[in-house]
């Protein structure tokens, strides 16, 4: 059964202190690994999209790796801004939908 | 330009009751999901339109729970005698055409439901 898991459920940083989220995934034949931003109250917001196995996208502070288990979200002197949960989603290769499975997030909090 | 919207923004109802949630697609985007956000839970997918093709209703969870998709464009998610446990935001997210690693699911800002 497709799974995906994120550690940890919350993470409590100082303004400048990196550090890194990670999601573990078990999925038949990955045809996407997507990271999105929420803010309390609204939608998710989409960040990155990895495909392969050593492929890594940033923005940002931001940086988004993809081994062939788990991805790093990893956040470089956070601020602030950057507090809020993070979610991580897979879309299998046998799937004809499209559709995501999700993790259940990370909550970060960036304290000034 | 305009991203996904919907429709309310939140909705109060009583239990027993009928409600319907509205979501605008952003513009030539031809797939459409609907995901369920429960307090404390990961997003759940409930159903997939794309194009003219039957939809994707496996993860609807019970036969109260609709949706149709019309003129391929704005669809409704309606859910039939409300239960308590039917209150959870409902998240709408629209790409474009499915092919192959291009797709990318952008989401609105949800209907926040309430059944009292």
């Known amino acids: 059964e497709d799974q995906v898991t994120q550690s940890p459920e919350a993470l409590r940083l100082q303004e400048g202190e990196s550090s890194s989220l990670n999601c573990s995934y078990t999925?038949?034949?990955?045809?996407?690994l997507f990271w999105y931003r929420q803010d309390p109250g609204k939608g998710p917001e989409f960040l990155f999209t990895?495909?392969?196995a050593g492929e890594e996208k940033e923005k940002e502070r931001l940086k988004a790796t993809l081994t062939k288990k788990e991805s790093f979200l990893h956040i470089t002197a956070p601020k602030p801004e950057d507090s809020a949960t993070y979610l991580c989603?897979?879309?299998?290769?046998?799937?004809?939908?499209?559709?995501?499975?999700f993790g259940q997030g990370t909550t970060l909090q960036v304290k000034p | 330009g305009a991203g996904v919207s919907q429709s309310p923004s939140n909705k109060v109802t009583e239990k027993g009751k009928d409600v319907e949630l509205r979501c605008d697609p952003i513009s030539g985007h031809t797939a459409l999901y609907w995901y369920r956000q429960s307090l404390g839970q990961g997003l759940e997918f409930l159903i997939y339109?794309?194009?003219?093709?039957?939809?994707?209703k496996s993860g609807l969870p019970s036969d109260r729970f609709s949706a149709e998709r019309t003129g391929g464009s704005v669809s409704t998610l309606t859910i039939q005698r409300t239960q308590q446990e039917d209150s959870a935001v409902y998240l709408c997210a629209s790409s474009s055409r499915l092919a192959g690693y291009q797709e990318t699911q952008y989401f609105g800002p949800g209907t926040r439901l309430l059944v009292l």
């Open positions: 999925v038949s034949g990955l045809r996407g």
């Open positions: 339109f794309q194009g003219n093709s039957a939809p994707d």
């Open positions: 990895l495909y392969s």
């Open positions: 989603a897979v879309r299998h290769g046998s799937s004809n939908t499209g559709k995501l499975i």
